[in-house]
């Protein structure tokens, strides 16, 4: 059982660089969400979706796209990364209000 | 909005020694609370979570009852271990709704 899988786990960008993190749950989930977490910050939502063809802003939205085309995948886009980016960024899926959390993926943005 | 406020660490403990770790919420209903551990390099667990006031949450020793009077869910443990090593948040949720609210985390470091 995949449970909720991230990749990739490491990734430096230069800055005006975009990426996809991808994000995939195997557990039939109907919602997902992107968080990011940063020192002394905790974790912060920065986009959900409730189903397939449909997502939602969090707290911190801004320079981050996403789409749900299918219940199993949930990518995040970075459009062009900045320093301000780097953190570290975690995909859960979420059952009975309970999150499923991926193991992370660290990115650096130089 | 919904907000979590837990103690600033770091945490540094002797193996059996006592653990506390202090949540206090504020919050327009009557929302989920929940601790989440998150170990060294990995993503976040859930350890436990109380759904309604005076409920009590416990797993691995751990435990945390939901206070509405004083609006906390305070985590503690007896008893605790160099494996108990990592960063716990404490977090909640509105009921129906799936996004979460954490604090900030709080890194406790069990030394043998």
């Known amino acids: 059982n995949a449970g909720v899988t991230q990749t990739p786990k490491f990734q430096v960008l230069k800055t005006g660089q975009s990426m996809t993190l991808q994000c995939a749950q195997d557990m039939n989930h109907e919602y997902m969400s992107w968080y990011r977490q940063d020192p002394g910050m905790g974790l912060r939502l920065i986009h959900y979706s409730v189903g397939a063809g449909i997502t939602d802003q969090g707290e911190v939205p801004n320079g981050y796209n996403v789409s749900r085309s299918t219940t199993e995948d949930f990518p995040l886009r970075l459009l062009s990364a900045a320093p301000s980016q780097t953190s570290v960024y975690f995909c859960?899926?979420?059952?009975?209000?309970?999150?499923?959390f991926g193991e992370g993926s660290w990115l650096t943005v130089v | 909005g919904d907000s979590v406020t837990q103690m600033e660490g770091p945490v540094t403990l002797s193996e059996e020694a006592f653990l506390t770790i202090n949540c206090t919420y504020t919050a327009t209903g009557y929302p989920s609370l929940f601790w989440y551990v998150q170990y060294p390099g990995e993503g976040l667990q859930l350890l436990l979570k109380?759904?309604?006031?005076?409920d009590k949450g416990s797993n691995k020793g751990f435990e945390a009852t939901y206070r509405k009077e004083t609006t906390s869910f305070h985590l503690e443990k007896g008893s605790v271990q160099v494996s108990d090593s990592a960063v716990y948040f404490c977090?909640?949720?509105?009921?129906?709704?799936?996004?979460?609210?954490f604090g900030a985390g709080t890194t406790v470091t069990v030394r043998a």
């Open positions: 109380a759904t309604k006031a005076d």
């Open positions: 859960a899926s979420s059952w009975r209000g309970f999150l499923y």
């Open positions: 977090a909640l949720s509105d009921p129906g709704d799936y996004k979460l609210s």
